[in-house]
């Protein structure tokens, strides 16, 4: 991005429902990929028994983070429904945007894997 670009884009605040009036609903592919992460180090993918205990330690600390990220898109998405129903509307009748809507359901099913996966260490 050009200097003057970004000098002028931190000069401009955003509005205070800017955020999430613009919030994309592909985002909801971070909490595919955290999710997939976290089962694929739960998984131990090298098998060593060595690294077992390090992959679990580091799959329930992915998972944990797949869960906040999840938990914070549903209510901000949810607000941006309730608040900006305009916006959501367009997004879902765009040609691109209303595809990347197959993320949401897409990314609560990945945690639900990883729910199974990872949840009898996390939820003994």
């Given at each position: 991005m050009p200097p003057a670009a970004a000098s002028?884009?931190?000069a401009v605040p955003a509005a205070?429902?800017?955020r999430v009036r613009d919030l994309h609903p592909g985002w909801f592919a971070s909490v595919m990929g955290?999710?997939?992460?976290?089962?694929?180090?739960y998984d131990n993918?090298?098998?060593?028994?060595a690294l077992r205990g390090a992959a679990?330690?580091?799959g329930a600390v992915l998972a944990v983070a797949a869960y906040?990220?999840?938990?914070?898109l549903i209510v901000a998405y949810a607000a941006r429904w309730v608040r900006h129903r305009p916006a959501a509307l367009a997004d879902l009748r765009h040609p691109v945007l209303g595809a990347m809507h197959?993320?949401?359901p897409a990314g609560l099913l990945v945690l639900a894997v990883m729910t199974s996966v990872v949840g009898p260490?996390?939820?003994?």
């Open positions: 002028v884009l931190a205070p429902g800017a955290t999710a997939i992460l976290a089962v694929a180090a993918p090298g098998g060593l028994p679990h330690g580091i906040a990220i999840g938990v914070v197959a993320t949401v260490q996390l939820f003994p």
